[in-house]
T-cell receptor
Framework: DAKTTQPNSMESNEEEPVHLPCNHS???????IHWYRQLPSQGPEYVIH???SNVNNRMASLAIAEDRKSSTLILHRATLRDAAVYYC???????????FGTGTKLQVIP | GAVVSQHPSRVICKSGTSVKIECRSL??????MFWYRQFPKQSLMLMAT?????????EQGVEKDKFLINHASLTLSTLTVTSAHPEDSSFYIC?????????????FGQGTRLTVV
């Protein structure tokens, strides 16, 4: 699996935007960029995914660099419920297994 | 979105006994499911890939005779921890993906907290 690199932890003030970076310099042409998050004592939850173009959904936005070697998950207004570990994962789809790195622990400060 | 349900959410068992954890895909068929284990303050570690109608594929270092996986239908996979010991205490999570020919997201169960005493 191609590897991703994320900061171990980040902080954000409540109601401020949060930009969570992910580096994936060895990404292949068929790899999609997936983001999941895990709240304490729960299973991971899908956030967003994309291939080349930026993506938006009700939870977040995903900005993908032109060379695809990095991406940024954007939470437009952080809430206390967004405090979680965020995982950036590369996956070429189908029934390929999802392998987790260490992720970024996001702390939201009231 | 699609839902994956795990049962039980918590279980406490005595050392030496076996525990079965169920993982169900509620509104889609899952030919393949995945089992993960997560220790405190660590990331998820993939244990095995569960294939409907065939033997599971285990990751390196995971004992297949200790962690028995059965995937008898397109909506149910079970993980049995046999002869459990305190070091098997962990958070076990299953996952499934609904479609083979699209890059769809993976769906995860809510996890099972196993405590072996």
């Amino acid at each position: 699996d191609a590897k991703t690199t994320q900061p171990n932890s980040m902080e954000s003030n409540e109601e401020e935007p949060v930009h969570l970076p992910c580096n994936h310099s060895t990404i292949s042409g068929t790899d999609y960029i997936h983001w999941y998050r895990q709240l304490p004592s729960q299973g991971p939850e899908y956030v967003i995914h994309g291939l080349t173009s930026n993506v938006n959904n009700r939870m977040a936005s995903l900005a993908i660099a032109e060379d695809r070697k990095s991406s940024t998950l954007i939470l437009h207004r952080a809430t206390l419920r967004d405090a979680a570990v965020y995982y950036c994962i590369l996956n070429s789809g189908g029934y390929q297994k999802v392998t987790f790195g260490t992720g970024t622990k996001l702390q939201v400060i009231p | 979105g699609a839902v994956v349900s795990q049962h039980p959410s918590r279980v406490i068992c005595k050392s030496g006994t076996s525990v079965k954890i169920e993982c169900r895909s509620l509104d889609f068929q899952a030919t393949t499911m995945f089992w993960y284990r997560q220790f405190p303050k660590q990331s998820l570690m993939l244990m095995a890939t569960s294939n409907e109608g065939s033997k599971a594929t285990y990751e390196q270092g995971v004992e297949k005779d200790k962690f028995l996986i059965n995937h008898a239908s397109l909506t149910l996979s079970t993980l049995t921890v046999t002869s459990a010991h305190p070091e098997d205490s962990s958070f076990y999570i299953c996952s499934a993906r609904g479609q083979q020919d699209m890059n769809t997201e993976a769906f995860f169960g809510q996890g099972t907290r196993l405590t072996v005493v």
